[in-house]
């Protein structure tokens, strides 16, 4: 091989100065760096340029290509095959050629001619090959650390997980044979795990003991060709990794992606369905996920059946068989506490071809783990029980297969959803207390589920913790707790509306997950968006009071909740006997026999319970 490594031959700058010629530009530079075609300059100080990417120095590759290929044994026509690798390795021994130390010595002034060049503006130091890697490489060991890119420490994860199951796997094998402990469970229980953790892939070096809070757009590149784990946050930020790792460890899951609210991490999971699809979801669902699938879902040319998810055989009639591309469950549902068979929903969607997601805001992966139950995604409000204060929106979706965890990604940053660093860090946050947070406001709402079981001015509880109500077994075969939330009805709106006013330590709002506890009437505040005859035909009456408890002293909280279903007993006798005249006088007016059966039957509850309290009040 005879080659320069230079754009231009020396002698081809002689020549075109001797011939008045200038040279092609692009080669050579002058003495102040600039880029020039006149070989005079060149020569003036100046320097011709290395290799300019053009066919200059493919003979040298093509040399490597020969000694590292055919010469031993690697692949030499399809670069994919098995082996199409090789390695040769040319060692020379300097004393054959002369003195080590001459040697030595005049390999040191090259290397110290080229530190010593003139640099152009803004370069503050030539690097030898080698020298920035080898300067990174003493920092990593100084400071013990090395960033890992995020897609590839899943990827890592991802194969060190498949590698311990095969061991396990194996281990288990083994196990039976000679009866050995079965492969070991995750080393924490998950309320450990909010407080401490899996060692992720964002590493603080100061060891803060609160998570670092990137509150940043951009980020800095290591070169304009190199780039670094992290360049705009909407497409990644590290302090939104360290919420999603955790969340997946939480979930169980491959991956977890944390969105803007609830409402746009679904939103995203509808995306999934391509026009043409279609949606099966429940009839009792969260308000906005009902106007999401009838009013935006629909213009992007995909269609929703929503059915009783308590009916299987509802469910699987309404799947339309190659059309079918999602199923979104609730379980319990909002705002009635209906139960839905997770496992079984699962298998009927798959069996159509059509992918689960479970909303898991009731729940949280501390009381249900949908994926464990076979669905794809789990998504969690973090609005309720992460942020737990009422202080933040957020959503969150898990998932367990890689090439879906992918796509949904993939609409994470294309639609820029993404939640804002701040809302990740106070996300992070709340889950400490998560736990500690969810399990109190469960025990306050089983306590006083069985208080209002009992309590005469309710015709009917909502509580999927509170035995004997229908779903309470399913729900315990998949679920550890009944949650913080339930709801009742009283027969009549005037009497749910006074309860729900008439309360004080229970704030009107609209949401749960709140450390305080929160009362309203769905059908005017959470649900109002669903048209008032859809509720009526999804059985969800006006008159249904939601309470979704807080961590208060539960006492405090029942004797709160007694005092003011006291009051709007005595309230709702006039209000009921002023109807009753009225629709007296006014038989003639057209009052349906059914508000008349509904009145008297309100007045007769109202009598047994004044009768009940005068009791009451005989007794004390
Ligand atoms: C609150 C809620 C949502 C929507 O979440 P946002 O964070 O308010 O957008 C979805 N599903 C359920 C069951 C909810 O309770």
Aim: glycine fraction near 10%; hydrophobic fraction near 45%; include cysteine.
């Amino acid at each position: 091989m005879d080659m320069a490594t230079a754009a231009y031959a020396w002698f081809g700058v002689l020549e075109a100065k001797t011939a008045g010629r200038s040279i092609p530009l692009g080669v050579a530079q002058d003495a102040e760096g600039n880029i020039t075609e006149d070989p005079s300059k060149v020569l003036d100080g100046g320097a011709i340029r290395v290799f300019d990417g053009s066919h200059k120095g493919s003979n040298l590759a093509l040399m490597v290509e020969l000694l590292a290929g055919p010469l031993v044994g690697a692949a030499v026509a399809d670069k994919l095959e098995a082996k199409n690798w090789g390695n040769l390795v040319l060692a020379v021994d300097p004393e054959l050629l002369g003195d080590r130390d001459a040697i030595r010595a005049r390999t040191q002034a090259v290397l110290d001619r080229v530190k010593a060049a003139p640099t152009l503006p803004g370069v503050d130091e030539i690097l030898l090959p080698g020298e920035r890697g080898a300067r990174v490489a003493a920092q990593r060991l100084t400071s013990g650390m090395i960033p890992v890119e995020p897609n590839l420490y899943r990827g890592l994860k991802l194969a060190a997980s498949k590698a311990a199951s095969s061991n396990g796997a194996a281990a288990a094998a083994n196990g039976a044979a000679n009866g050995a402990a079965r492969p070991a469970a995750p080393r924490y229980k998950l309320s450990t795990l909010l407080l401490h953790p899996e060692p992720g892939s964002v590493t603080d070096p100061y060891g803060a003991s609160g998570p670092p809070l990137y509150q940043t757009a951009t980020f800095a590149q290591p070169g304009a060709t190199e780039f670094g784990p992290y360049d705009y946050t909407r497409s990644g930020n590290p302090t939104r990794t360290m919420l999603e790792e955790q969340w997946a460890a939480l979930e169980g899951a491959d991956r977890a992606f944390a969105f803007t609210s609830g409402m746009a991490a679904i939103a995203v999971v509808t995306r999934l369905v391509a026009a043409g699809g279609h949606i099966v979801a429940g009839d009792d669902i969260y308000g906005g996920t009902s106007r999401l699938l009838a009013n935006v879902v629909p213009a992007c040319g995909v269609d929703v059946t929503n059915v009783d998810m308590t009916d299987l055989s509802a469910v699987r009639s309404a799947m339309i068989p190659g059309r079918t591309k999602l199923v979104i469950v609730e379980s319990p549902t909002n705002p009635r506490m209906q139960v839905c068979d997770i496992r079984a929903i699962v298998s009927a969607a798959h069996a159509a071809g059509a992918l689960v997601v479970v909303d898991n805001s009731f729940m949280t992966p501390l009381f249900q783990r949908p994926l464990d139950l076979g669905a794809d995604i789990s998504m969690t409000s973090g609005t309720k029980y992460i942020g737990g204060h009422g202080d933040t929106t957020l959503g969150m979706l898990a998932t367990r297969d890689p090439e879906l965890g992918k796509r949904v990604y993939f609409l994470q940053n294309s639609e820029g959803a993404g939640l804002a660093p701040m809302d990740c860090w106070l996300a992070l946050r709340g889950l400490k207390t998560m736990a500690l947070r969810l399990e109190r406001a469960a025990a306050n709402a089983a306590k006083m589920a069985d208080w209002l079981a009992a309590h005469p001015l309710v015709t009917r509880i909502n509580y999927a913790g509170l035995q004997g109500t229908p779903g309470a077994e399913l729900h315990r075969a998949q679920a550890s707790s009944g949650g913080a939330v339930l709801s009742f009805t009283t027969g009549d709106v005037e009497v749910s509306k006074a309860i729900v006013e008439e309360t004080k330590l229970f704030k009107v709002t609209v949401s749960f997950g709140n450390v305080v506890s929160l009362i309203s009437l769905p059908c005017y505040m959470s649900h109002a968006s669903i048209p008032a005859e859809v509720r009526a035909a999804r059985g969800l009456p006006d008159d249904l009071v939601r309470i979704a408890c807080g961590i208060e002293d539960v006492d405090d909280l029942i004797s709160d909740l007694g005092q003011a279903m006291e009051k709007a007993a005595r309230l709702a006798k006039p209000a009921a006997a002023g109807t009753g005249n009225g629709s007296g006088n006014g038989g003639g007016n057209g009052v349906s026999d059914a508000a008349a059966e509904r009145e008297a039957a309100l007045l007769a509850r109202i009598a047994a319970l004044e009768a009940r309290l005068d009791a009451q009040g005989a007794g004390r």
